[in-house]
């Protein structure tokens, strides 16, 4: 799969020919646009001159998929919960339910979470419901954490494993984990802020766009075991030689506005009676002065110089943010760039022509060459659809 999880594979298989399906009204839009209106993206105005900001990020990867697992230090029972590679936020509800499964009881005992992520901030969460007292001690809270870097869609299976270390038992745990998150997605749709919602993704294949890339990884790809559970959407082909794509696969996409719905998990915590304390771990000895019994190890890509845990391999990726655009809230992929509109800002990524893009890579710096490139390939795609340069 590529970056974050889409399935680029379905989007370049096989199509369903629906052909030309008529031309939009005159005032909708560019003259050459072909189809339904749900069939071509909005507008999205792609230019270097919109780019608010540029943010780099670590996918805490395992080839045998995140540790689930527990530990004893001194008298405390430590719960290992990290490596999540690119599908922590999908994952997450999901995940820390299997982290608190592997605890002790946790009814009306003290527990702390190190790390305040989407796998912490779920892990405390999940804690709470099980009536644990909880706090949260972390270098960063989510608005800081690396977490708050993602492009913030529904990607559970992206870089979440390599296919030769994934077991039977591991493939049945993240389809439980799976299933379980997406469905806490479906219970928090309309709330204020709308931190999760649905749009619609585009998945456009250049016309001369090559063929897929072989992935020189070797990424698991568990996505079918949960097909029943997602709208799969329609593959057709254009039909029309003047757009810059000859096939579409079209679909609603389950995404996060991370910002709110980082804000809303953390105020739920605080709400149930959780305590929040900034603080930083250099060695897994200096917890062992927490109050807390029962402590869960959520500290992601920092669990590999906190634990010493050097089967965390850093995959690096790197997002161009433009201005928000209500208008145009969506997701599309296109020439290798992955896009989300989000009501936060849309989200304009670079992912390399093949998975091994980032792979390895430690390096937090921006690249603004590389933000400038994936706006630009952006841009290409509405010149190329008739937009007026004033436009995108
Ligand atoms: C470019 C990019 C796009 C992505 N897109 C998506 C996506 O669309 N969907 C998706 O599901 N996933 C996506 N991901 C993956 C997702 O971001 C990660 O899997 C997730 O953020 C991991 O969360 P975490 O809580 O484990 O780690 P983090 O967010 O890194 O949180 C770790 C927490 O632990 C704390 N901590 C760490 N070390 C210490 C220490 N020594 N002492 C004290 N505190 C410590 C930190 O301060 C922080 O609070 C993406 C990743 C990248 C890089």
Redesign the pocket.
């Known amino acids: 799969m590529p970056?974050?999880?889409l399935p680029r594979r379905q989007w370049l298989g096989s199509s369903v020919a629906l052909g030309a399906l008529g031309l939009l009204g005159a005032c909708a839009g560019p003259a050459r646009r072909t189809g339904l209106a749900t069939d071509v993206p909005p507008l999205i105005a792609a230019r270097a001159d919109r780019i608010s900001r540029i943010?780099?990020?670590?996918?805490?990867f395992r080839a045998a998929g995140p540790r689930i697992e527990t530990e004893t230090l001194a008298s405390k029972t430590v719960v290992h919960?990290?490596?999540?590679?690119?599908?922590?936020?999908?994952?997450?509800w999901g995940s820390a339910a299997a982290a608190l499964d592997r605890a002790p009881p946790v009814q009306g005992i003290r527990v702390g979470v190190?790390?305040?992520?989407?796998?912490?901030?779920t892990t405390a969460l999940v804690a709470q419901e099980r009536g644990a007292i909880v706090t949260?001690?972390?270098?960063?809270?989510?608005s800081?954490?690396?977490?708050?870097?993602?492009?913030?869609?529904?990607?559970?299976s992206?870089?979440i494993a390599k296919a030769s270390d994934v077991t039977p038992a591991f493939a049945a745990q993240w389809e439980t984990m799976a299933r379980t998150s997406f469905a806490r997605y479906q219970g928090m749709l309309g709330l204020p802020g709308m931190p999760i919602e649905w749009d619609r993704f585009y998945g456009l294949t250049a016309r001369d766009a090559p063929p897929p890339a072989p992935d020189p990884i070797g990424f698991a790809e568990l996505d079918n075991r949960i097909a029943d559970m997602e709208p799969q959407g329609d593959r057709f082909e254009t039909g029309d030689t003047a757009l810059p794509y000859t096939r579409v696969h079209t679909k609603p996409n389950l995404?996060?506005n991370v910002a709110s719905y980082g804000d809303y998990l953390l105020r739920l915590f605080l709400e149930r009676g959780g305590r929040l304390e900034i603080?930083?771990?250099?060695h897994p000895s200096q917890l062992a002065g927490l109050p807390d019994p029962i402590l869960f190890n959520?500290?992601?890509?920092?669990?590999r110089?906190?634990w010493g845990d050097t089967s965390i391999v850093p995959?690096?990726?790197?997002?161009a943010w433009l201005i928000p655009q209500p208008d145009a809230l969506c997701s599309l992929y296109y020439r290798d760039i992955y896009v989300?509109s989000r009501r936060d800002g849309i989200?304009v990524?670079w992912l390399g022509h093949d998975m091994a893009q980032?792979y390895g890579r430690t390096d937090e710096t921006a690249d603004p060459a590389e933000a400038r490139h994936a706006v630009e390939v952006l841009q290409s795609l509405y010149r190329g659809m008739g937009y007026a340069a004033r436009d995108a």
Do not use: D, E, K, N
């Open positions: 970056i974050t999880g943010t780099v990020c670590l996918r805490p919960h990290y490596g999540h590679g690119g599908s922590g936020w999908s994952l997450s190190i790390g305040c992520g989407a796998i912490g901030l949260i001690h972390a270098a960063a809270p989510v800081q954490a690396r977490s708050a870097r993602a492009s913030g869609s529904w990607t559970p992206s870089r995404i996060f603080r930083s771990f250099s959520c500290t992601g890509y920092g669990a110089a906190l995959i690096r990726g790197q997002i989300v989200v990524q980032g």
